[in-house]
């Protein structure tokens, strides 16, 4: 257990036994058990005037490769850097962004879990394997630019998950699936209501041999199925301080190891999370928060041309540490007035060797790292008059890069290369404003203007990388990421089942950090001039009896533009940015208990460098869920990825190749839920 934890960890055990089994005597003296929620402060008035998209247990539990990834790829517009799953990616690959805003592997949509950032504090990728579906309640998505609590990190958006409750999980839940090459996927909890609050114990393990990334005619002696083995473990309690007021508190423990490529390119991840939250919803509403969060990243580069270790990238330790602040004063009954700071540091160290590809020995050892912190004031406030609900939020941020470096020395210790980086603060000023007008029962009408912030990761600015044989540099000197954007829309609701949404949008990213190609071996992270993205995103949902359909649709027209250095890559699409995106599920009901429900999803080709030189071809995929009762809370649970067998290419480097899930089918027993 590292020491940052520690302090946290003790206020969560020390207060959560006695707090979960609080009650509140009336005045008589009698005992009154208060129930609580273990939610946030509810959404406000104006939260329709930006496009949001909400995600319902029955889909989050019904995603045919069971991963969360898929689960958020059924919102227009959603997109990760890579089409790989979190199974058989890189994890320090795994940035989820909005609206095309992609190019790199470091995540521009803000991703929170019960209120808590769950980005990595030195790369900045999302630790999917361990957010594991059946542990959430619900899931809201909101896209465009955000200057709320952490909204330095809202560049492209926000992805909210919220855990599952007592009342949702029960008291006991598992499942226990296998597919057709023998992988596993087991999970359960158990839970139990003390006082008026509410406990959970939950864990997961997933583990398999893989399949081969490598295409038949490219494999060699060392190639290696993405074999991958990654478990976590969470702990949740929610208590009752005062009728009107309850403490949270969550604990999350992660470690995900895979392979992928080749025999010995093992990469490792891990994560030891803490928070404790008190939201108070009287008429002095609050929402205080405190988290911790530690991490490591370990990684093997293996030769693809000598097929041996080249890079050992054996430890990243890095540490997150924040809070937020939220007071919702009484002002009126047409006003929702939102206050308060919150706070992020980011700390971390590359350590890493580098070996000779011909005689294995030792050439350099590389240290990198600094800090990177965020202090947010803001301000918000809605106002309703009648039918409409207007908003306008600002603000300001005082960021720090401070404590930078990157060393390299030989393998006798001389020192081959340095950069001491200057530290760096700076205030900036973000906004947004939208509003929503339902001209009838049935059309709602909406339109929303916003900034947007995002500082470089600690990875972007310090950690030079390698995918054999092009060299990414890193950039000390990184500037900020700034959107600015404007979308409008509406929400018709022409008949009882059947919801249609469409959102047009213009988002631009100034100084959008990307990888840029240097020589045909040789990139190196730059600041862009632009990233242009303007586009539609339509919803689809009808239900009628038995039968649903919930369908989504993105097209996005995104370019880069360049000038100076830039130029040649002006007018270009940014890598791994799809023009088009579709997906539609369909599902039918026939009993209670049963679900039977396919998922078709389109993603159109997109290019993987700034030079549009190398293709990833449109890919269509189509999976399956079935649950079938089996009575006394059991269920037969079949699922099927990828069933067609389509060849989904998720990299191209120079005709270099890697692949995607091929078909797969899983069967197994659900309990609970």
């Known amino acids: 257990m590292r020491p940052a934890r520690l302090p946290l960890l003790a206020l969560f055990s020390a207060s959560l036994p006695g707090a979960l089994a609080a009650q509140e005597s009336d005045e008589r003296g009698e005992d009154v058990m208060i129930v609580v929620t273990g939610t946030g402060l509810p959404e406000t008035p104006a939260a329709p005037a ?13 995603a045919p490769s069971g991963r969360i990834e898929e689960v958020l790829g059924a919102v227009a517009g959603f997109q990760q850097f890579r089409r790989s799953d979190s199974r058989s990616s890189n994890p320090s690959a795994q940035g989820v962004t909005l609206r095309a805003l992609g190019g790199n592997a470091t995540s521009r ?59 949702t999980l029960g008291p006991t839940s598992a499942s226990l699936l296998a597919n057709d090459r023998g992988e596993t996927e087991a999970s359960a909890s158990i839970g139990s209501r003390l006082g008026g609050g509410f406990g959970v114990v939950s864990g997961r393990w997933d583990r398999g041999r893989g399949f081969f990334t490598t295409p038949a005619v ?36 992660f470690r995900d190891e895979r392979t992928l490529r080749f025999d010995g390119a093992d990469s490792s991840s891990e994560g030891q999370d803490a928070s404790i939250r008190l939201i108070g919803r009287g008429r002095w509403q609050f929402d205080a928060l405190a988290y911790v969060q530690a991490r490591n990243f370990s990684n093997i580069v293996i030769s693809s041309t000598r097929f041996v270790r080249v890079l050992d990238q054996r430890n990243t330790p890095s540490t997150g540490l924040g809070g937020k602040l939220e007071l919702r004063p009484p002002v009126g009954g047409n006003h929702v007035l939102r206050l308060g700071v919150d706070y992020r540091r980011s700390t971390g160290e590359l350590q890493e060797e580098a070996y000779s590809a011909f005689s294995g020995n030792l050439t350099e050892r590389r240290r990198a790292g600094g800090d990177n912190s965020d202090l947010g004031l803001f301000v918000e ?78 990875n972007e600015l310090y950690r030079p990388f ?39 949008f213009d988002n631009q990213v100034e100084n959008g950090i990307a990888n840029v190609t240097l020589a045909p071996n040789l990139r190196q992270r730059q600041n862009l001039p632009a990233i242009e993205a303007r586009g ?138």
């Open 218 to 253: 490219d494999r060699v002696p060392a190639t290696a199925r993405a074999a991958f083995d990654s478990w976590s473990a969470g702990v949740r309690g929610v208590a009752p301080l005062a009728p009107e007021i309850e403490l949270q508190a969550r604990g999350l423990v």
């Open 536 to 673: 539609i995103e339509a919803g689809l949902s009808v239900s009628r009896g038995e039968i649903s359909f919930d369908g989504t649709l993105a097209y996005t027209d995104a370019q880069v533009e360049g000038r100076g250095p830039s130029l040649e890559l002006d007018g270009n699409r940014p890598p791994q940015t799809p023009e088009f995106a579709a997906g539609a599920t369909v599902a039918w009901e026939p009993a209670q208990g049963w679900l039977l429900s396919a998922t078709l999803r389109h993603v159109g080709a997109q290019f993987e460098s700034d030079l549009e030189t190398d293709r990833l071809p449109a890919v269509t995929t189509l999976g399956a869920h079935a649950k079938v009762p089996l009575g006394e809370r059991f269920s037969l649970v079949l699922r099927g990825e990828n069933l067609t067998n389509e060849t989904i290419v998720t990299r191209n480097s120079g005709g270099s190749l890697d692949l995607g899930v091929p078909r797969t089918v899983w069967a197994g027993l659900r309990f609970g839920y």
């Open 381 to 458: 406030n809605d106002w309703s008059l009648g039918e409409l609900v207007l908003t306008g939020g600002l603000r300001a941020d005082r960021t720090a890069i401070t404590n930078g470096f990157y060393r390299a020395r030989d393998a006798s210790g001389a020192l081959v290369e340095q950069t001491l980086a200057p530290d760096r603060t700076d205030w900036t000023l973000s906004w947004r404003a939208g509003a929503a007008y339902s001209a009838s029962e049935a059309l709602r009408l909406r339109a929303a203007a916003y900034t947007g912030l995002r500082l470089p990761t600690l």
């Open 109 to 167: 949509a803000l991703v929170l879990l019960d209120g808590v950032p769950m980005a990595d504090p030195f790369f900045g990728y999302i630790p999917l394997s361990a957010i594991a579906p059946e542990r959430l309640g619900s899931i809201r998505v909101t896209r465009g630019g955000g200057s709320g609590p952490f909204g330095a990190g809202a560049l492209a958006g926000t992805i909210e998950l919220e855990s599952a409750d007592f009342a």
């Open 466 to 504: 390698v995918v054999f044989p092009v060299v990414t540099q890193a950039n000390a000197a990184l500037e900020n990421e700034r959107l600015e954007g404007f979308e409008a829309g509406f929400d018709w609701t022409p008949a009882g089942g059947v919801e249609l949404s469409l959102t047009a």
């Open 50 to 62: 930006y496009a949001a998209v909400e995600i319902a247990r029955e889909r989050i539990v019904s």
